[in-house]
């Protein structure tokens, strides 16, 4: 929502100055079952169109890319460039005061999820989850961001309906220095959205020092696999999904493993430095191909 439209916004202005613009789609555009692209509000539209006449567009994943693809997107115009990430784990003695504030003694163990609440999302998939997992870890707490703070009460009942109220509590947007603190003080990250783009959570959850669940269906599931760096299931089965998360909170030496493996892979491939640097060129080599006067001196003031 509010990326589309600074997106939007941003390609008016650069067409109104005749300027040359990149754009990041974020995973936002519309997808049926069928995977085929459909067009259901003049919003869509324009988000299509912001993305059609770009220079360059910054795919995140390989999935992402191919959505891209179909949706008819010219392939000369397509950068497959992750995101660059850094975060910094909270210290020892703010991870202790966050889990007594949260009511989680040593005996517990927390969930949380911090990714998109829109349909795509899967957060009732997490839902029944953890109700199949209450019998087996009762000490299992679960914390979920919602984005749309007046989505809560909803996600409540939904909750109540599961009969998982008592371990569920829904929360609204952290800010950088919350999202750091809980991911370092949570015995699991879970990443159960479909998006083609990549969520950040788990990626900051492994530099936290803390493992991750996440879907096969989505671009930071497709990142993580080669390298074994996660818990893995495939988008919608709520089954394995449990089975995931249990595996992350009761075999130890796996975890270990796993959340080795995936941040080893976050900082030597994902290094927000390295990220930026490659971005600087895909924006240089943009700028460098026109050769309009506000483009002249858009390249001299990056260049100074």
Known sequence: G??????????????????P???TPHGSLDQTRLNTWRVVTPE???????????????????LERQE????????????????????????????????????????HLGAIYLGRSDPKAGIHHLLRAYQRLKTRLP???????????????????????LEVDHGVTFCGPLTFEERALALSAA????????????????????????????????????????????????ASDVEVLA???????????????????????VQTHLNWNDIAEQLEGVYEETLQSVSTPAAVELTETVHS
């Open 2 to 19: 509010v990326r589309s439209f600074q997106n939007n916004l941003f390609r008016h202005y650069a067409l109104q100055n005749k300027v």
């Open 21 to 23: 613009y990149v754009l």
């Open 44 to 62: 869509k539209q324009i988000n299509l169109e912001t993305l059609a006449s770009a220079s360059s567009i910054l795919a995140a994943s390989e």
């Open 68 to 107: 891209l693809l179909d949706a008819d997107i010219p392939e000369t115009r397509l950068e497959l460039r992750p995101p660059g990430i850094e975060i910094k784990p909270a210290k020892q003695r703010e991870i202790e005061s966050y889990r007594q504030r949260r009511q989680w003694t040593d005996s």
């Open 139 to 161: 000490e299992l707490d679960l914390l979920i961001q919602i984005l749309e703070v007046d989505e809560i009460e909803d996600w409540q009942r939904r909750a109540e309906l």
């Open 187 to 234: 015995d699991v990250v879970v990443a159960t959205d479909r998006n083609p783009g990549v969520e950040l959570a788990p990626l900051e959850g492994l530099l936290c020092g803390t493992p991750v669940v996440v879907s096969k269906a989505s671009g930071v599931g497709e990142l993580l696999q080669p390298c074994n760096g996660a818990f893995f299931f495939p």
């Open 243 to 265: 089975v995931g998360l249990l595996q992350a909170l009761t075999e130890e030496r796996n975890t270990k493993e796993r959340l080795k493996s995936g941040r080893a892979f």
